[in-house]
């Protein structure tokens, strides 16, 4: 009896280290999404998909607001170039215009991800490894975005030196969706918006951002789209161009039927025209979203984006602004003339201790460089240690 009696307390201490250390259980899947109910979706918490503006305003009486977005890595060559066409605008209110910097962690100098940040432009994620081909992002599980963009977060603060809670936007690599495993990373992550979610249908009237509380309406070009309930999470559809023959485009770049790169004329047409589909319309946000890469080769269409801007800057209605601001001002919807009397957007600058940090990447073997706002790791940071420890 005595040894039965040892026998029992070995196996239940077992069973008991063996519950302590079994890995934590994934969170449960949430509820399908249900069709939205507009009374019981109200804003600043939640908005049903749609073209209608919020605030049920007049088009009139609607600010129109331009994201201009780079993606990828930021490095000192291309770091040239947005000095050049961004610093020292100013929307007609007098506030500092800003732009959208979705940025991936390899080839990253983090000195200058600081520079922008102390511009008064938004930081937002592209993922730590920006992996090919696609389908690694199409078939990516719940850990593996979480890894990718949560840890990427940890990651951008820590190496940029810039607040962690003003990093709050993110993008997916080729906008290729993930199901409802990205958005449910921003929820449980505290990442408040995606700008992933391309639509075809919607060019004329666009859609305005909305939550994921119910179900959306709008069409998925890269499947599988979400199909649950994530309440709290914040769509900002990407809107296409039509290009010159007018077929949709997601990405400026995409634009297959584009203007000849060395005319600089036809390009600021582009510009414009796509643009004023907005404008002219229910003034849904407009977003151009570029590569850099598509710019420094061709000085004719980095003229004519300067001079784009230059409109755009001067128009009493219209405000460059970065996709932060756009979800804010949709939470709370105000009059064109009562936003342009608002306080600008106020930021706390941070400063850049700069440490040139060479290192050996435990995932290839490879050598490694990049610039540093905090003291270097001690092997390059990647997937599964974001900070290199």
């Given at each position: 009896?005595?040894?039965?009696?040892?026998?029992?307390?070995?196996?239940?201490?077992?069973?008991?280290?063996?519950?302590?250390?079994?890995?934590?259980?994934?969170?449960?899947?949430?509820?399908?999404a249900a069709p939205c109910d507009p009374a019981a979706c109200q804003l600043p918490l939640c908005r049903c998909s749609g073209t209608d503006i919020p605030g049920r305003l007049a088009p009139r009486d609607t600010?129109?607001?331009?994201?201009?977005?780079?993606?990828?890595s930021v490095h000192e060559e291309n770091m040239a170039t947005f000095r050049r066409v961004l610093y020292g605008r100013r929307n007609a209110?007098?506030?500092?215009?800003?732009?959208?910097?979705?940025?991936?962690?390899?080839?990253?100098?983090?000195?200058?991800?600081?520079?922008?940040?102390n511009r008064g432009h938004e930081v937002a994620l592209h993922s730590i490894s920006h992996m090919n081909p696609s389908t690694y992002w199409r078939d990516a599980t719940y850990d593996v975005i979480k890894q990718e963009f949560a840890d990427q977060r940890v990651q951008m603060s820590h190496f940029a030196n810039i607040p962690y809670d003003s990093i709050t936007g993110m993008r997916l690599p080729f906008l290729q969706l993930s199901g409802d495993n990205s958005y449910r990373v921003m929820a449980d992550h505290g990442?408040?918006?995606?700008?992933?979610?391309?639509?075809?249908?919607?060019?004329?009237?666009?859609?305005?951002?909305?939550?994921?509380?119910?179900?959306?309406?709008?069409?998925?070009?890269?499947?599988?789209?979400?199909?649950a309930s994530v309440p709290?999470?914040?769509?900002?559809?990407?809107?296409?161009?039509?290009?010159?023959?007018?077929?949709?485009?997601?990405?400026?770049?995409?634009?297959?039927?584009?203007p000849d790169r060395f005319n600089e004329t036809e390009w600021f047409h582009f510009f414009l025209t796509n643009f004023e589909r907005h404008y002219f319309g229910n003034r849904a946000p407009f977003g151009v979203f570029l590569l850099e890469a598509t710019l420094y080769p061709y000085p004719a269409v980095q003229r004519a984006l300067?001079?784009?801007?230059?409109v755009l800057n001067n128009l009493q209605?219209?405000?460059?602004?970065?996709?932060?601001?756009?979800?804010?001002?949709?939470?709370?919807?105000?009059?064109?003339?009562?936003?342009?009397?608002?306080?600008?957007?106020?930021?706390?600058?941070?400063?850049?201790?700069?440490?040139?940090?060479?290192?050996?990447?435990?995932?290839d073997g490879r050598e490694y460089e990049f610039e540093s706002c905090n003291v270097c790791p001690r092997v390059y940071p990647w997937l599964g240690n974001p900070l290199g420890q």
């Open positions: 009896m005595k040894c039965l009696a040892v026998l029992a307390l070995l196996l239940a201490s077992s069973a008991a280290l063996a519950e302590h250390s079994a890995p934590p259980a994934p969170p449960a899947p949430p509820a399908p600010p129109q607001f331009v994201v201009v977005a780079f993606e990828d209110n007098q506030c500092a215009a800003a732009a959208t910097f979705f940025v991936s962690h390899r080839d990253t100098n983090y000195a200058l991800v600081n520079e922008l940040y990442l408040v918006y995606d700008s992933s979610w391309a639509t075809a249908a919607y060019s004329a009237p666009a859609l305005w951002p909305y939550t994921l509380d119910y179900r959306s309406t709008q069409d998925c070009l890269a499947p599988p789209c979400p199909t709290g999470v914040w769509v900002q559809p990407v809107t296409p161009w039509l290009d010159l023959a007018g077929n949709p485009c997601s990405l400026v770049h995409e634009c297959y039927n584009s300067q001079r784009f801007l230059d209605d219209v405000f460059m602004v970065t996709g932060e601001e756009v979800i804010e001002w949709v939470k709370s919807p105000v009059p064109v003339n009562q936003y342009r009397t608002q306080p600008c957007r106020q930021y706390i600058p941070t400063t850049c201790v700069r440490a040139q940090c060479e290192l050996t990447s435990e995932y």
